[in-house]
């Protein structure tokens, strides 16, 4: 892995849209192979995945989207740091006509919503997260609610304490999907955030008493 490198040859107004995917994807297989080594470029990859994201080619939308959330999990501590270009550019995709896109968009905006520091940045999803709650395909109403339950339970105290309030509100609206699987879904979640979130808050209770 060379030490500096360069992700201008991402440049969508210039490669062919063929040619952007296959380096999407050779870029995959460095991440796996040299995760270390693409941390000191965190901030140049943040903007150029924000750019990518808005290319008019769907597939490369999908693939980096992926990449996304792989990355999310791979530099947790590192990448909410530099996320609002990205969660921007996801937010944006949530809307896009295809459904396969706002899919996999919703997927990663959470993944990314859950690594340190990004949380901060959940005020600017909650248009996007309103918008979708009301899609016309239920599968991706059916990933929504998934994707809002997994960030209430998995979200830091700290921000979830801060928006615990707006994001609940997203998931009981699954109690009124029009598809009886949803409904069936949002309940079962409702049931199973609201338990871990009374477990959580006994945790802390505990620890403050302890101090």
């Given at each position: 892995?060379?030490?500096?490198?360069?992700?201008?040859?991402?440049?969508?107004?210039?490669?062919?849209?063929?040619?952007?995917?296959?380096?999407?994807?050779?870029?995959?297989?460095?991440?796996?192979?040299?995760?270390?080594?693409?941390?000191?470029?965190?901030?140049?990859?943040?903007?150029?995945?924000?750019?990518?994201?808005?290319?008019?080619?769907?597939?490369?939308?999908?693939?980096?989207?992926?990449?996304?959330?792989?990355?999310?999990?791979?530099?947790?501590?590192?990448?909410?740091?530099?996320?609002?270009?990205?969660?921007?550019?996801?937010?944006?995709?949530?809307?896009?006509?295809?459904?396969?896109?706002?899919?996999?968009?919703?997927?990663?905006?959470?993944?990314?919503?859950?690594?340190?520091?990004?949380?901060?940045?959940?005020?600017?999803?909650?248009?996007?997260?309103?918008?979708?709650?009301?899609?016309?395909?239920?599968d991706t109403r059916k990933i929504f609610l998934n994707k809002i339950a997994e960030l209430l339970k998995k979200l830091n105290?700290?921000?979830?304490?801060?928006?615990?309030?707006?994001?609940?509100?997203?998931?009981?609206?699954?109690?009124?999907?029009?598809?009886?699987?949803?409904?069936?879904?949002?309940?079962?979640?409702?049931?199973?955030?609201?338990?871990?979130?009374?477990?959580?808050?006994?945790?802390?209770?505990?620890?403050?008493?302890?101090?």
């Amino acid at each position: 892995m060379p030490k500096h490198v360069s992700f201008h040859l991402f440049n969508h107004k210039i490669i062919a849209e063929e040619l952007r995917l296959k380096l999407v994807n050779l870029f995959k297989k460095i991440l796996k192979k040299y995760p270390n080594e693409i941390k000191p470029h965190i901030s140049e990859l943040s903007k150029m995945l924000g750019i990518i994201l808005k290319d008019q080619f769907p597939e490369i939308k999908v693939q980096v989207s992926q990449l996304i959330s792989e990355l999310s999990k791979v530099m947790k501590e590192d990448l909410g740091n530099y996320a609002k270009q990205i969660i921007e550019s996801l937010c944006l995709n949530m809307k896009h006509q295809h459904n396969k896109i706002r899919k996999i968009s919703i997927t990663s905006l959470v993944d990314l919503l859950l690594c340190n520091e990004a949380g901060n940045l959940i005020d600017e999803c909650i248009p996007s997260f309103t918008i979708i709650s009301n899609d016309k395909n239920k599968d991706t109403r059916k990933i929504f609610l998934n994707k809002i339950a997994e960030l209430l339970k998995k979200l830091n105290s700290i921000y979830l304490k801060k928006y615990e309030g707006k994001l609940f509100v997203l998931l009981l609206s699954g109690i009124s999907d029009d598809d009886p699987d949803n409904q069936q879904l949002a309940k079962t979640l409702i049931e199973e955030v609201g338990e871990n979130i009374h477990n959580l808050e006994i945790e802390l209770n505990k620890k403050e008493e302890k101090n």
